[in-house]
């Protein structure tokens, strides 16, 4: 019976031995087990804490992505601002280009238009020109002529008193004849008397044929003035139109363009200063015109008063 007690004491000291290897044995796992929680939480924390800077990290930068977020969008505004601005000037400048254009293609078609008509006013000046040189020629002609005239005028005025000095001569032997002769030597005076009379009527005659013929030539002269001045003021005219026409015409500059308008301007002035001084010389020869008229008159009246003298004295009278 002690045998069994101790045999049944070995076999609880056995399984107490093994539940104690056991619980050591599960110990040691709890242990290891404690120890990986405690090193997984230690990790945890750490992580933890990682993640907790890591969240202040991404809030700060948070906060600064909403702040350049919203520089972004006031700057995104005043791009868009400006687009719009961009987009309204953009139109604007596309109208102007497109009126530029049409105003080019205007200024085209004015540039031709005016070129040729420079060109047409370069050929009627130069035709102008060529006129009023003709005009010049037959001018210093009729004032050939007219001095001409003038000068045989004075050459008959010069005439015309030398027959009125022959004429007083007469009047005056006729007065002589009238107090110192009787009947009959009166008669024989009155052949001698009529043969000067004679004399003097065919010398008025011929002076007055070269008083017509001078007047036909001063009346030729003033009809050769008042054509040419009528053809100057054709011309003069012609040339204020085409002056006119060329200040209406509107050409952008160029080189050329002033060139052309810098020789049509010489050549103006040039016809300008020709027609002012073929006009001075048209009112002189007018005037020297008007003179020899009035000499003319004077010149047919002395001989219309010498032709009335010589008709007196040429009177048959009683005995």
């Known amino acids: 019976m002690a045998g ?19 619980l050591s044995k599960e110990i040691v796992d709890k242990e290891n087990t404690l120890e990986g929680e405690v090193k997984k939480h230690t990790m945890a924390e750490a ?72 060109e047409d006013a370069d050929r009627k000046y130069d035709e102008a020109a060529r006129k009023l040189t ?12 007219l001095e001409a005239a003038e ?56 002076l007055e ?6 007047g036909n030539n001063v009346k030729s002269l003033e009809i050769s003035e008042q054509e040419a001045a009528q053809r100057e003021e054709a011309y003069e005219e012609n040339i204020r139109d085409l002056t006119e026409r060329l200040k209406a015409v509107s050409i952008a500059p160029c080189t050329e363009r002033h060139a052309c308008h810098l020789q049509t301007s010489k050549q103006r002035t040039l016809y300008e200063s020709k ?21 003319v008159n004077t010149l047919q009246a002395d001989a219309d008063r010498l032709e009335g003298k010589i008709n007196q004295s040429s009177d048959p009278r009683p005995t």
């Not at 022959?166 to 009047?171: D, H, N, R, T, Y």
């Not at 006729?174 to 009527?201: C, D, F, K, M, Y």
């Not at 027609?275 to 000499?295: C, F, G, P």
């Open 134 to 145: 003709i005009t010049e020629v037959e001018l210093e002609r009729a004032e050939s002529r």
């Open 47 to 118: 992580e933890v804490a990682s993640l907790q800077k890591r969240i202040r990290q991404l809030e700060d930068e948070l906060e600064s992505t909403e702040t350049r977020l919203q520089e972004a969008t006031a700057k995104l505004e005043e791009a868009s601002k400006a687009a719009d601005e961009s987009d309204r000037g953009r139109k604007v400048l596309e109208n102007r280009t497109i009126a530029d254009e049409e105003r080019i293609n205007q200024l085209e078609e004015q540039l031709k238009e005016s070129t040729f008509m420079a």
């Open 4 to 22: 069994s007690v101790v045999t049944e004491l070995k076999a609880k000291m056995l399984s107490m031995r093994i539940q104690v290897e056991s």
């Open 275 to 295: 027609l002012a001084t073929l006009m001075e010389k048209l009112a002189e020869a007018e005037d020297r015109a008007q003179e020899s008229e009035r000499l």
């Open 151 to 206: 000068s045989r005028m004075r050459e008959l005025q010069a005439i015309i008193q030398e027959t009125s000095g022959q004429l007083k001569s007469l009047e005056h032997h006729e007065v002589q004849t009238r107090i110192h002769v009787s009947g009959t030597s009166a008669t024989a005076a009155r052949p001698a008397h009529n043969n000067l009379g004679n004399r003097v009527q065919v010398k008025i005659t011929e």
């Open 209 to 214: 044929e070269e008083l017509r013929i001078v």
